[in-house]
Structures are given as structure tokens and as C-alpha cells.
């Protein structure tokens, strides 16, 4: 009898050594698979951080190149008021040395007509303020007109 517990006793330990030993590697194949899908999942993170870094440098280089097209375009715009500018200032001072001389000439036919006592018979425009009725030219509108020399220029 002695011999038959031992028995069942070695076949229960080879028994539950061979279900422990399945246990270990159950438990390591799970770690392994475990360990092989985290550096999947760490290299697709990489990956999208790479992919991400990699649009944003391009979005960066994009956007340097529109602002350097509308820095461009603003300091043309600039130059090009300022030329408008300037050329307005000088029309005005040439509107209100001209609207002087008008009125000039206008003071000294009316006391010709004054002192002379001759109608002059002349009807004596006055002046308009272009700003009161900024819709209206104070000038009549010229013709322009090219000449063969810059019209050869656009052929």
C-alpha cells in the first residue's frame, strides 16, 4: 500500500508540475504578446507624432511663404498710398492756390466794375467748393488721348 500512495503521489506532482509548468507558459506567452502589442501601439504612437511634427512643418513653411507674399503686398499697397498721397497734397495746394487767384481776379473785376461804372457786361463765376458737393467734378472732364507712340507699346 505503501508503494501505491507513492505512486499517486508522483503522478499527482508530475500532475500538477506539468499544469504549473503550463500555467508559467500560458502566463509568458501572455507577456509576450502583451510586450509585442505595446511596442506595436508605442511605434504606431510614434509614428503619429512623427506624421503630426511633420505637418506642422509644413503647415509652418506654408504660412511663412503667405506671410512673406502679404508683407510684400502691403508694403506695395504702402508705397502706393503714399505716392497717392503726396500727389493729393500737391493737387490740393495747387486747388487752393489757384482758388486764390480766381478770387483775385474776381475782387479786382468787381471794383473795376465799381470805380468804373462800366458794366463789363462779363458774368463773374464764382468758385465752387468741391468740398461742399464732393460728387460733383469741379472741372469738366477731359478727353484722353493716346498717342501712336504709346499705343505701338501695348501691340
Known amino acids: 500500500m505503501a508503494s501505491s500512495s507513492s505512486t499517486s503521489n508522483q503522478t499527482t506532482r508530475s500532475t500538477s508540475t ?18 509585442i502589442s505595446n511596442r506595436e501601439s508605442a511605434r504606431r504612437s510614434r509614428q503619429r507624432k512623427q506624421q503630426h511634427l511633420d505637418d506642422l512643418v509644413n503647415q509652418v513653411a506654408h504660412l511663412k511663404e503667405d506671410n512673406a507674399r502679404i508683407s510684400m503686398q502691403a508694403a506695395m499697397i504702402m508705397d502706393r498710398f503714399l505716392t497717392l498721397d503726396s500727389d493729393n497734397a500737391v493737387l490740393r495746394a495747387q486747388l487752393a ?3 486764390g487767384r480766381l478770387q483775385s481776379v474776381n ?3 468787381r471794383m473795376l466794375q465799381e470805380f468804373s461804372g462800366v458794366d463789363l457786361d462779363m458774368d463773374i ?20 488721348v493716346a498717342s501712336s507712340a504709346s499705343a505701338c507699346m501695348f501691340e
Open 18 to 35: 506539468s499544469a504549473s509548468e503550463e500555467d508559467i507558459i500560458l502566463v509568458d506567452n501572455r507577456k509576450r504578446k502583451r510586450m
Open 125 to 144: 463765376p464764382e468758385m465752387p467748393d468741391p468740398l461742399m458737393r464732393p460728387w460733383q467734378i469741379p472741372c469738366p472732364a477731359q478727353p484722353i
Open 97 to 99: 492756390e489757384l482758388s
Open 107 to 109: 475782387s479786382v473785376l
